[in-house]
């Protein structure tokens, strides 16, 4: 099992700062969004009038970036904001986002949520079981 030093140095440092992967991209196309959306189009479906929601492992915002356009309240978390900053920007200011390790580290405390998304993040921590 890697340490906790080498997980944070992965993701800090080296995770969305290097070659793009399948599961990222430098860049993405309108389709590779709009695929995207797909997901979260369909997530929608069942979360209809829950305004309040938390991405844990919120990587690059696409999914706070497509509820935000619906007027959700959007809160994200994650361990860098490298990705955030990279792809979506433009969210920051209108989220709230923490840069926290979400397996070690307490964050939202004091918030309520209506609806927590954790897409993309059990095969990137060690504990799983400790983040559910």
Same mark, same amino acid.
């Given at each position: 099992?890697?340490? +906790? *030093?080498?997980?944070?140095?992965?993701? =800090?440092?080296?995770?969305?700062?290097?070659?793009?992967?399948?599961?990222?991209? #430098?860049?993405y196309t309108k389709s590779d969004l709009k695929f995207n959306e797909i997901d979260y189009a369909l997530s929608e479906i069942f979360i209809k009038n829950k305004r309040k929601i938390l991405d844990i492992g919120c990587g690059e915002?696409?999914?706070?970036?497509?509820?935000? +356009? *619906?007027?959700?309240?959007?809160?994200? =978390?994650?361990?860098?904001?490298?990705?955030?900053?990279?792809?979506?920007?433009? #969210?920051?200011?209108?989220?709230?986002?923490?840069?926290?390790?979400?397996?070690?580290?307490?964050?939202?405390?004091?918030?309520?949520?209506?609806?927590?998304?954790?897409?993309?993040?059990?095969?990137?921590?060690?504990?799983?079981?400790?983040?559910?």
């Amino acid at each position: 099992m890697p340490s +906790k *030093k080498e997980i944070s140095n992965l993701y =800090v440092k080296e995770y969305y700062q290097k070659t793009p992967s399948k599961s990222y991209k #430098i860049k993405y196309t309108k389709s590779d969004l709009k695929f995207n959306e797909i997901d979260y189009a369909l997530s929608e479906i069942f979360i209809k009038n829950k305004r309040k929601i938390l991405d844990i492992g919120c990587g690059e915002g696409l999914l706070l970036n497509f509820f935000l +356009k *619906k007027k959700y309240k959007c809160y994200g =978390v994650d361990i860098t904001d490298f990705g955030i900053k990279n792809q979506n920007k433009h #969210i920051l200011k209108n989220i709230v986002f923490e840069k926290k390790d979400i397996i070690n580290e307490n964050f939202f405390e004091n918030e309520k949520f209506d609806v927590i998304f954790l897409l993309n993040v059990a095969e990137h921590v060690i504990d799983f079981q400790k983040i559910i």
